[in-house]
């Protein structure tokens, strides 16, 4: 197999396999999966690497060739390698819009919580007098 079809068949499967781990990612935040989450984020990250290596070898093969009269050119990204891209490109955006949604609630959760244990805690109010239940806290607290 010339090196032009193997290379694109090695980046089809590659952009296949990333596909795939991005709506598995995308699964795994909607359901809060963190295992799944960070095992996909290791898994995108090896194909990416992998995507990297087969674009130096098609350039470097470009290089190479250059000047020659190779009877077949090397990968040009076809319709098909568009349409996985763009797949890829759209899954990423939801699913860093579903990480950002998360990361918010968690905040607002985060400075729900935090709020609640100040207002709590005050035996007295921004006018010094106590609030209504300070001797359930005082008694709480002992």
Known sequence: MPVQANSARQIYEQLDKLVVLLELEQEALKNRQFDTINTCAKDKEIALIGLEKLEQQRLQFI???????????????????????????????????????????????????????????????????????SHRQVVAKI
């Open 63 to 133: 290089q190479t060739h250059s000047g020659s009269n190779e009877k077949q050119p090397p990968f040009e990204a076809d319709e098909r390698a568009e349409a996985l891209l763009n797949r890829c490109r759209e899954l990423n955006t939801i699913n860093g819009g579903i990480v950002e949604i998360s990361r918010q609630f968690n905040q607002r959760m985060l400075e729900s919580i935090l709020d609640s244990n100040i207002s709590e805690n005050k035996l007295y109010d921004e006018t010094g007098n106590k609030p209504r239940n």
